[in-house]
């Protein structure tokens, strides 16, 4: 049965999760944060004390991906999105865990008409038959202070020019990698939200969404 799927991509801090909880909420469907997918595998890769660059051993750990992993505390640690961003560019990394959110897009939970799932290849290659793709992006500069700010405010000690450029880095790592690389699908439409509130994004997705329903 194909469901009404809302796929929203965009680098690292560009307001997807914002955006894409609050859009499940006002249309009461269900979400699922990607990037939690892989920050879990390399969470659980770190903790068995294994290198992000061994694709077997993260694939391994994929394909054993248990729901609960999602619920890890540790989950948004500057860590786990470095390592996060070198698993998930491992082919059989991605295949194992293709099925998990197709399972999620086809089947939302809580008998959902619908789901809003973010990452980076979602337009692209997760649903490509999303009824609509929003692709979120703002400048560097303002991802990065975004990022500090959220990584601050929970209470780490970090310095900005250091998660200025471990973002940079990422950036260069999802955008230059071989399988699925971040980019806006050709029938995304891009919201830029350097200049804009969370609720002015918010309330122009509501509109591209009504447009194309
Ligand atoms: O979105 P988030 O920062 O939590 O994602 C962590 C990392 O997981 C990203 O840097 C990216 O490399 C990877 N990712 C991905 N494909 C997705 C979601 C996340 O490759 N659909």
Request: overall charge negative.
């Amino acid at each position: 049965m194909s469901h009404f799927v809302i796929a929203v991509d965009g680098p690292a801090a560009a307001g997807k999760g914002t955006l894409s909880r609050r859009l499940a909420a006002a249309l009461d469907l269900a979400y699922l944060d990607t990037g939690c997918l892989y920050r879990a595998v390399a969470a659980r890769l770190l903790e068995a004390g294994g290198d992000p660059a061994d694709a077997e051993q993260a694939a391994a750990i994929a394909a054993q991906l248990d729901p609960a992993d999602l619920d890890r505390d540790d989950l948004r640690s500057e860590a786990a999105g470095a390592a996060a961003s070198r698993v998930s560019a491992h082919p059989a990394v991605r295949t194992a865990l293709l099925d998990f959110q197709h399972r999620f897009a086809d089947n939302p939970p809580g008998g959902r008409a619908g789901a809003v799932l973010d990452g980076r290849d979602i337009g692209t290659v997760v649903c490509p038959d999303a009824s609509v793709k929003l692709f979120v992006t703002a400048s560097a500069e303002a991802r990065a202070r975004r990022r500090y700010e959220e990584l601050l405010a929970r209470g780490d000690k970090v310095i900005y020019a250091e998660v200025q450029a471990e973002m940079k880095a990422r950036d260069a790592r999802d955008r230059d990698r071989d399988v699925a690389p971040l980019r806006a699908a050709d029938d995304a439409v891009t919201l830029d939200s350097t200049d804009l509130s969370a609720e002015a994004v918010f309330q122009a997705a509501l509109e591209i969404i009504a447009e194309k329903t």
